[in-house]
Nanobody
Framework: QLQLVDSGGGLVRAGASLRLSCAAS????????MGWFRQAPGKEREFVAL????????YYADSVKGRFTVSRDNAKNSVYLQMNSLKPEDTAVYFC???????????????WGQGTQVTVSS
């Protein structure tokens, strides 16, 4: 089993930046694609970003493309989400998750972090 712990959320003003971290333990971290999802109150959990096993290929939701950057450090068993130019509509609980392959759907992910709250004020 892979345990994931999200951190780095907070309350910021529009235009600010935050860096989320996700620390993994248990199984071999480098065997998993890693994704970031978010869920706003009353909304479905949605895909934000995805990174492949080596970290060389990334994918983003259109809503965050150009503002967010996903990265991973397999030596540190960690994945990160750098969020710049934050907007009020980015307010949500952010989750990291692990998958055995490419997927933008929550159903494709096996393990989930507990989530970290990001609140962006206008």
């Amino acid at each position: 089993q892979l345990q994931l712990v999200d951190s780095g959320g907070g309350l910021v003003r529009a235009g600010a930046s935050l860096r989320l971290s996700c620390a993994a333990s248990g199984h071999t971290f480098s065997n998993y694609y890693m994704g970031w999802f978010r869920q706003a109150p009353g909304k479905e959990r949605e895909f934000v970003a995805l990174i492949n096993l080596t970290g060389r290929t990334t994918y983003y939701a259109d809503s965050v493309k150009g503002r967010f950057t996903v990265s991973r450090d397999n030596a540190k068993n960690s994945v990160y989400l750098q969020m710049n130019s934050l907007k009020p509509e980015d307010t949500a609980v952010y989750f990291c998750a692990a998958s055995r392959g490419y997927s933008r759907d929550t159903e494709g992910y096996i393990y989930w972090g507990q989530g970290t709250q990001v609140t962006v004020s206008s």
